[in-house]
T-cell receptor
Framework: DAGVIQSPRHEVTEMGQEVTLRCKPI?????LFWYRQTMMRGLELLIY????????DSGMPEDRFSAKMPNASFSTLKIQPSEPRDSAVYFC??????????????????FGPGTRLTVL | AQKVTQAQTEISVVEKEDVTLDCVYE???????LFWYKQPPSGELVFLIR??????QNEISGRYSWNFQKSTSSFNFTITASQVVDSAVYFC???????????FGQGTRLTINP
């Protein structure tokens, strides 16, 4: 079975340009997560979706970032305009979803290979 | 607020030594899940284990073992007879009540030298 698929794997762009990162979750998974990883801040959750609906976007840095999930098999993370401080590895992850005892999410998340973004 | 602390930023050992990676967490939730992930040099994040707050049994999987102690809010990871292929960054994470999102520690970079 295919894992989480992300594209592109590498993106180099100039400041001010629009960047779109793409993710295809594992088929049948109903929760999708976008993370950003930097040396300074580690792994940060940006936003996550349940059944294509955004649940928590409190980690989205600012209005320049937006994410959509138009259907169960596709999500995008867009940065417009991009800035050098957006340079990072962006991961997408999916999980079968489901809530365990007392409303706690218990499924492990399966991560894609990441997109390494460099903004010059 | 929930927090995961991995105090060891970097560890370096010689092959075949045993090594323990520490993880301390904070949560007010009575029900929660703890996870360990491995990030090898290739960059992907690989799931290793999940443990729920009601199950304090230690777990062993080959050379890997995990020690969950609720009394000290710790979920430590031990690699026995380490190998060069174990070199990676290891992350501990927490999932609390009412949400599916994971809170990650800062990670421990483990280097196994031949």
């Amino acid at each position: 079975d295919a894992g989480v698929i992300q594209s592109p794997r590498h993106e180099v762009t100039e400041m001010g340009q629009e960047v779109t990162l793409r993710c295809k979750p594992i088929s049948g998974h109903n929760s999708l997560f976008w993370y950003r990883q930097t040396m300074m801040r580690g792994l940060e959750l940006l936003i996550y979706f349940n059944n294509n609906v955004p649940i928590d976007d409190s980690g989205m840095p600012e209005d320049r970032f937006s994410a959509k999930m138009p259907n169960a098999s596709f999500s995008t993370l867009k940065i417009q305009p991009s800035e050098p401080r957006d340079s990072a590895v962006y991961f997408c992850a999916s999980t079968p979803g489901g809530i365990g005892p007392a409303g706690v999410g218990y499924n492990e998340q399966f991560f894609g290979p990441g997109t390494r973004l460099t903004v010059l | 607020a929930q927090k995961v602390t991995q105090a060891q930023t970097e560890i370096s050992v010689v092959e075949k030594e045993d090594v323990t990676l520490d993880c301390v967490y904070e949560t007010r939730d009575t029900t929660y899940y703890l996870f360990w992930y491995k990030q090898p040099p290739s960059g992907e994040l690989v799931f290793l284990i999940r443990r729920n707050s009601f199950d304090e049994q230690n777990e062993i999987s080959g050379r890997y073992s995990w020690n969950f102690q609720k009394s000290t809010s710790s979920f430590n990871f031990t690699i026995t007879a380490s190998q060069v292929v174990d070199s990676a960054v290891y992350f501990c994470a927490l999932s609390g009540q009412g949400a599916q999102k994971l809170v990650f520690g800062q990670g421990t970079r483990l280097t196994i030298n031949p």
